[in-house]
């Protein structure tokens, strides 16, 4: 296996995870630190960043929990780094992502390079066609990055790295702890916080195994980070498939699923955003809403628009325009 360590804490390891860093022009967390405030004294911050990770003096500053909408009755978590943690977070992650990659199947299609919802939402629309008729089950696992359980996780991390410095760093990023808004400290002891560089990637580690036994169980099974679907011949058979997958999530990765959605192929089933049947592509008149609801909010002073937001406005027509007949892109005002 390649020395993780040292390839994370060169000088130029770190040079270029702080342009990554920037590039996203993110927040800074609790120390109030921006990306302005590091770029001024860019090389001295990132030679003294080494020096604490080739000491091992490095400790992370714990997340600043924020809340953004998900829906309009639930909340997401979100935890904001310190810009010399992304940092290092993002270093780690450039490390190993590639050797991990190589590792990962070709049926999970979230937060990994050359994937991402289109290209998932085609995959499904391909595996669906091969298999003609029957039922297709849709799956997700209840609030899945909060969750995940760090002994298996860390376990899993050791036999695969083999390098007790990394696994020493990852954990640090992982279980440095949360302050809240009332600046309340709390610890981690399980989940990865969302917002962190290194948590997409982790959870994905986490949940291979279970891809490997999935693809082995049922005739089709697509994963997109947290939501997954499942295809079968009868309806018997996609019942006894949910509750093969949901056992083995329990007792083998000490997570929930929520409530399944089974339908008849014919009928249709939403996956990302989109409704996929045997007449084609389209979106539901709830979602449309919703959805409309999201780029008028977005679009509601056009001329203060961020950089972000605006991102935001075309990564979204981007999506559907790649999908969706244009007849119904014109209902939407994107």
């Given at each position: 296996m390649p020395d993780y360590y040292h390839s994370i804490?060169?000088?130029?390891?770190?040079?270029?995870?702080?342009?990554?860093?920037?590039?996203?022009?993110?927040?800074?967390?609790?120390?109030?630190?921006?990306?302005?405030?590091?770029?001024?004294?860019?090389?001295?911050?990132?030679?003294?960043?080494?020096?604490?990770?080739?000491?091992?003096?490095?400790?992370?500053?714990?997340?600043?929990?924020?809340?953004?909408?998900k829906n309009e009755t639930e909340k997401r978590k979100l935890g904001l780094l310190c810009i010399k943690d992304k940092i290092v977070q993002q270093a780690i992650k450039t490390a190993f992502e590639p050797q991990l990659e190589k590792t990962f199947l070709n049926l999970?299609?979230?937060?990994?390079?050359?994937?991402?919802?289109?290209?998932?939402?085609?995959?499904?629309?391909?595996?669906?066609?091969?298999?003609?008729?029957?039922?297709?089950?849709?799956?997700?696992?209840?609030?899945?990055f909060d969750t995940i359980n760090h002994e298996r996780l860390f376990t899993r991390l050791a036999n695969w790295l083999k390098d007790d410095e990394t696994l020493r760093l990852i954990r640090l990023c992982i279980q440095t702890g949360i302050v809240t808004p009332q600046l309340q400290w709390q610890e981690i002891n399980k989940g990865v916080p969302q917002g962190a560089i290194l948590s997409p990637l982790l959870a994905n580690f986490y949940l291979h195994p279970f891809d490997q036994f999935a693809a082995n169980k049922v005739p089709m099974y697509i994963r997109y980070a947290d939501d997954f679907l499942i295809a079968t011949s009868t309806e018997k058979q996609i019942k006894e498939a949910v509750e093969l997958v949901k056992e083995e999530l329990e007792s083998q990765f000490y997570l929930q699923l929520n409530t399944p959605i089974i339908h008849n192929f014919h009928d249709g089933i939403e996956f990302l955003g989109i409704t996929i049947s045997d007449t084609g592509l389209s979106i539901t008149e709830k979602k449309k809403k919703t959805l409309q609801e999201r780029i008028n909010s977005i679009k509601f002073i056009k001329s203060s628009l961020s950089s972000q937001s605006k991102e935001t406005l075309q990564g979204i027509k981007n999506y559907y325009a790649k999908l969706l007949p244009e007849s119904t892109l014109k209902e939407l005002d994107c």
């Open positions: 804490t060169t000088l130029h390891a770190l040079q270029n995870a702080w342009r990554a860093v920037r590039a996203k022009n993110a927040a800074g967390g609790i120390d109030g630190f921006t990306l302005s405030h590091f770029e001024k004294r860019l090389n001295d911050n990132l030679i003294e960043l080494q020096h604490e990770l080739i000491s091992q003096t490095w400790n992370p500053e714990p997340y600043l929990r924020i809340e953004i909408t999970s299609y979230g937060y990994r390079p050359n994937k991402g919802p289109e290209r998932a939402i085609k995959r499904v629309v391909h595996d669906l066609k091969k298999l003609k008729s029957g039922y297709v089950a849709k799956l997700d696992i209840d609030n899945y």
